[in-house]
């Protein structure tokens, strides 16, 4: 695949993601955190809606859900965008966006809270602005480490987080 190609294809990523108004939130549960070994581990699948600003994704949540308690005690996390069943024709080679994140709260008073409130209410209106009043909301900045788009059988590119292009990932990259 031409390096046009790869760009046209990283450019569709954006467009699919930025199509979405919510992302899936893989986190660590926070009750097997404490655990002693890795078999006491368990993930967590939840969703938020979420923005993307200067390549990192920002989700304003409530401290209450399970999802919010665990990244307030580990920064590992992983989200999901993927093509919805309806229209496609083969569940196995659903469109997907895959991204490794580390999670960081962004307190009240740090000088991207306001800017990201501002641009989460003009995409998902009033309500956020409801939300800041409640105390238990926090906002995370989920700094993508690794990412993976998936357009079909074969058709698998890595994607570089920082200049957002894409590689593609052939059989020996598997064996990595």
């Not at 190609?5 to 955190?33: G, H, N, P, V, Y």
């Not at 989700?59 to 999901?80: D, G, K, P, Q, W």
């Not at 569940?91 to 000088?111: D, H, I, L, M, S």
Request: hydrophobic share 40%.
């Amino acid at each position: 695949m031409s390096e046009t190609d790869l760009t046209l294809l990283a450019q569709e990523c954006q467009i699919f993601m930025k199509q979405r108004q919510s992302l899936m939130l893989s986190s660590l549960k926070a009750s097997s955190l404490a655990g002693d070994s890795p078999e006491d581990v368990w993930p967590d699948i939840s969703y938020a809606p979420f923005i993307w600003r200067d390549g990192v994704f920002y989700i304003f949540i409530s401290e209450l859900a399970a999802h919010t308690r665990n990244l307030m005690r580990s920064e590992s996390t992983s989200v999901m965008f993927i093509e919805d069943e309806e229209g496609n024709r083969n569940p196995f080679a659903r469109r997907r966006a895959t991204f490794v994140c580390r999670a960081g709260q962004v307190e009240r008073e740090a000088e991207a809270f306001e800017p990201a409130l501002a641009e989460l209410e003009k995409a998902f209106g009033p309500t956020v602005g409801v939300l800041k009043g409640l105390s238990d909301f926090r906002l995370f900045a989920l700094q993508p480490v690794s990412g993976r788009y998936v357009v079909g059988f074969g058709k698998a590119y890595d994607i570089d987080p920082t200049s957002f292009s894409l590689h593609h990932v052939g059989p020996d990259d598997l064996q990595k």
